[in-house]
């Protein structure tokens, strides 16, 4: 009986330590948000970019939490910056921030990222993002990588634009058969945008065989399904960072 107690006993240890070692190892790998290097708002002359409040407060939750977090854009260097309003308190935490401003206007290039280093990506909103992360073959390499790998695939507001084109091992688009939420036909109509954006991101998801959910105009939506996290409008930008912790929690 002693020796089957211990055996027990140390069938427990093991595992114990191997969820520790686990979690430890987790802890260690870092988020990569993705941010656009799109300036204009197609041939309107209008300025855009990757939208302040998409980042910062996604941010603010898990920088709090513990996590590190690098920044990629298309092109590296500064990126535009669209929604800047340092009225808002998390805006301005941010942006006073020494070291993750320094990180966000010296972006990395896809070029220099490893995906075995980062648990999460998570691609911020901005216009911009239409135009330029859908296309973007180095970034959803990075993205399937880290996918299968595992780890986790987020996007907000115009942000999942990033995800349009990601393919798994298997072929098959990420999205395809999930739950995703991204800035609805509704809201591109009501800041009309319809006839400038180079597509509707609600239907291009849905081309891609997406379940797509929303809820009314500037309403906080985010759906989670299967390590996929999306978010549809800036008003959900806080909710998709809390998700994206709530997720690296069960992992």
């Not at 993705?34 to 998409?54: A, C, P, Q, R």
């Not at 105009?217 to 996290?229: A, E, F, K, P, Y």
Request: glycine share 8%.
């Amino acid at each position: 009986m002693k020796k089957l107690a211990l055996l027990f006993l140390s069938i427990f240890m093991i595992a114990s330590i191997q969820s520790q070692t686990k979690k430890i190892k987790n802890m260690k790998k870092k988020i990569l948000f993705v941010v656009t290097s799109h300036d204009k708002k197609g041939n309107t002359g209008d300025n855009t970019g990757y939208y302040l409040g998409e980042v910062s407060h996604p941010w603010e939750v898990l920088h709090k939490a513990g996590y590190e977090i690098d920044f990629v854009s298309p092109k590296g260097g500064t990126p535009p910056v669209d929604g800047f309003d340092l009225q808002d308190p998390v805006n301005k935490e941010f942006w006073e921030n020494k070291e993750y401003k320094n990180k966000i206007v010296q972006s990395l290039k896809p070029s220099e990222i490893n995906p075995n280093d980062y648990s999460t990506i998570f691609y911020a909103g901005g216009h911009g993002a239409m135009w330029d992360l859908a296309d973007n073959t180095e970034l959803a390499n990075i993205a399937s990588k880290i996918y299968e790998n595992g780890g986790i695939v987020a996007g907000v507001c115009h942000g999942p634009a990033g995800l349009v084109n990601i393919k798994l091992n298997n072929g098959k688009y990420l999205v395809d058969g999930k739950k995703v939420n991204a800035f609805t036909n509704e809201e591109e109509s009501e800041v009309k945008l319809t006839n400038v954006v180079p597509f509707l991101l609600e239907d291009k998801l849905k081309e891609r065989g997406a379940k797509f959910e929303k809820s009314g105009l500037w309403q906080n939506h985010v759906v989670t399904d299967q390590r996929v996290i999306t978010g549809q409008n800036p008003q959900s930008a806080k909710s998709v960072g809390e998700a994206i912790l709530k997720e690296l929690s069960l992992q």
